[in-house]
Nanobody, 118 residues
């Protein structure tokens, strides 16, 4: 099993930046054992959507809406995943969640709220 705790959300003006963190814990020894992890987000009144994923060999995938603005990374030694968000737009406002799927089971954190507004 794995437990995620997200942090780093907040209120930021359009064009600003935020760095989200996702700390993993649980019965796994290290997130190095988790092949793929990702960030999702859910805006008010909308379905949860994929933002970005990263594998243990650092292969990344991004939603078209965030390409060139967001960067996903992971530090296996610290059991932590990150999402650097630059050039933020009001449409990036959402709750951001960590995710992985282990043995067919989806694991989610509680999320961290990002609000982009002037």
């Amino acid at each position: 099993q794995v437990r995620f705790v997200e942090s780093g959300g907040g209120l930021v003006q359009p064009g600003g930046s935020l760095r989200l963190s996702c700390a993993a814990s649980g019965s796994i020894v290290s997130i190095f054992s988790i092949y793929r992890m990702g960030w999702y987000r859910q805006a008010p009144g909308k379905q949860r959507e994929l933002v970005a994923t990263i594998t243990t060999d650092a292969l990344t995938n991004y939603a078209d809406s965030v390409k060139g603005r967001f960067t996903i990374s992971r530090n296996n030694a610290r059991n932590t995943m990150y999402l650097q968000m630059n050039s933020l737009k009001p449409e990036d406002t959402a709750v951001y969640y960590c995710n992985t799927n282990l043995g067919g089971i989806n694991y989610w954190g509680e999320g961290t709220l990002v609000t982009v507004s002037s």
